[in-house]
T-cell receptor, first 114, second 111 residues
């Protein structure tokens, strides 16, 4: 079984809809991350969490919110989706200290906002 | 100007060729350097990790860091079709805890 899972894998939605992307991990890591990937822009950090009570904004958090329900679960919400949020979304986990440089990514969620 | 610059490609080479992938960066505080490989429809996975200037070798892969020039490279010897993927460089400052990624270079190794 995969160590980092994401649901759904693909989602098409309409402008203005609320969307939640979910991430679960079995690696026992405290740190979890949400990224979006766009052609020509690479991976950009949306939010990250170093433990259940710690949530931090990343480079591009506007329009997004997150919830860390448990050590193993970290969900990303788009409160009111807009077309420029169409992208590939990745969840990742890591250990602490320098081990944080080794991030384990999920398979991604392809989101299309019409 | 982006902190990390990487040519997006695509780069197409014949099987068996030596491949050179590169990134330049502007932040001299970056101290740890990584190469991630991303296959189509998959998440990135760590391929190489280096700290100091110089070379690090792992099988057919060699990572090279030149901090004085703010330039890192990944060399792939005897390239195989299975090496076809997008390669992303990533780096982090000494006291930092967030990776900064390059945009990725798409590589295709043809039979």
């Amino acid at each position: 079984d995969a160590d980092v899972t994401q649901t759904p894998r693909n989602r098409i939605t309409k402008t203005g809809k609320r969307i939640m992307l979910e991430c679960s991990q079995t690696k026992g890591h405290d740190r979890m991350y949400w990224y979006r990937q766009d052609p020509g822009l690479g991976l950009r950090l949306i939010y990250y969490s170093f433990d259940v009570k710690d949530i931090n904004k990343g480079e591009i958090s506007d329009g997004y919110s997150v919830s860390r329900q448990a050590q193993a679960k970290f969900s990303l919400s788009l409160e009111s989706a807009i077309p420029n949020q169409t992208a590939l979304y990745f969840c990742a986990t890591s250990g602490g200290g320098r081990a944080a440089d080794t991030q384990y990514f999920g398979p991604g969620t392809r989101l299309t906002v019409l | 100007q982006k902190e990390v610059e990487q040519d997006p490609g695509p780069l197409s080479v014949p099987e068996g060729a030596i491949v050179s992938l590169n990134c330049t960066y502007s932040n001299s505080a970056f101290q740890y350097f990584m190469w991630y490989r991303q296959y189509s429809r998959k998440g990135p996975e760590l391929l190489m990790y280096t700290y100091s200037s110089g070379n690090k070798e792992d099988g057919r892969f060699t990572a090279q860091v030149d901090k004085s020039s703010k330039y890192i490279s990944l060399f792939i010897r005897d390239s195989q079709p299975s090496d076809s993927a997008t390669y992303l460089c990533a780096m982090v400052t000494g006291g930092g805890n967030k990776l900064t990624f390059g945009t990725g270079t798409q590589l295709k190794v043809e039979l």
